[in-house]
């Protein structure tokens, strides 16, 4: 099976623009969430997406939203840009989730998003 | 929300010799306790989970335990080699909210 693809792997952007990053998950994965990591902070959860729907959230502002389609694929979006949204963000797929259930995730490549 | 907290941020080893890290964790719902390897430039690998009907469980040079009662849990490392440095992550999940510790990069010496 192919693993989880990201795309794109880079991306530079300036304050104030917005951004829109792609994940696809292996296939049959239902489940995507999404991190930032930064040197400084690690491994940080943003959400988690389950049949289209936001089941988990983690404490970033509105400014970050996402999405999942039908077919599971996400997109997460930035806007108004600051500078401290410079980051790796990664998303992870999951077979199952919920219930108790064996979740282990397995990762993107990431993309490297640097704002000017 | 879950809060993972893991020690030490740093750890150099000498080759052959066992590294351990630790992590605590607050939300005691948490159920499925992953830890993940992970090398410069590359993205994180499992590389060992346990889960919370579980106190101990080992792989080959690789072992972790679960202490659900004092919510903690600890990665081992035996005959450590230069292979086995990264920054590693333990992270505490329930229902796939999956929080993550600060990290802890491991340096073998040769």
């Known amino acids: 099976k192919a693993g989880v693809t990201q795309t794109p792997r880079y991306l530079i952007k300036t304050r104030g623009q917005q951004v829109t990053l792609s994940c696809s998950p292996i296939?049959?994965?239902?489940?995507v969430s999404w991190y930032q990591q930064t040197p400084g902070q690690g491994l940080q959860f943003l959400f988690e997406?389950?049949?289209?729907?936001?089941?988990n959230k983690g404490n970033f502002p509105g400014r970050f939203s996402g999405r999942q389609f039908s077919n599971s694929r996400s997109e997460m979006n930035v806007s108004t840009l600051e500078l401290g949204d410079s980051a790796l963000y990664l998303c992870?797929?999951?077979?199952?989730?919920?219930?108790?259930?064996?979740?282990?995730?397995?990762f993107g490549p990431g993309t490297r998003l640097t704002v000017l | 929300g879950e809060n993972v907290e893991q020690h030490p941020s740093t750890l150099s080893v000498q080759e052959g010799d066992s590294a351990v890290i630790k992590c605590t964790y607050s939300?005691?719902?948490?159920?499925?306790f992953p830890w993940y390897k992970q090398e410069l430039g590359k993205r994180p690998q499992l590389i060992i989970d346990?889960?919370?009907?579980?106190g101990e469980k080992k792989d080959q040079r690789i072992a972790v335990t679960l202490n659900k009662t004092a919510k903690h849990f600890s990665l081992h490392i035996t005959e450590t080699q230069p292979e086995d440095s990264a920054v590693y992550f333990c992270?505490?999940?329930?229902?796939?909210?999956?929080?993550f510790g600060a990290g802890t990069r491991l340096t073998v010496k040769p």
């Open positions: 296939s049959g994965h239902r489940s």
């Open positions: 997406y389950f049949s289209e729907t936001q089941r």
């Open positions: 992870a797929s999951s077979l199952i989730s919920g219930g108790g259930s064996y979740n282990e995730q397995f």
């Open positions: 992270a505490a999940s329930r229902d796939n909210d999956m929080r």
């Open positions: 939300d005691s719902a948490s159920n499925y």
């Open positions: 346990i889960r919370s009907n579980v």
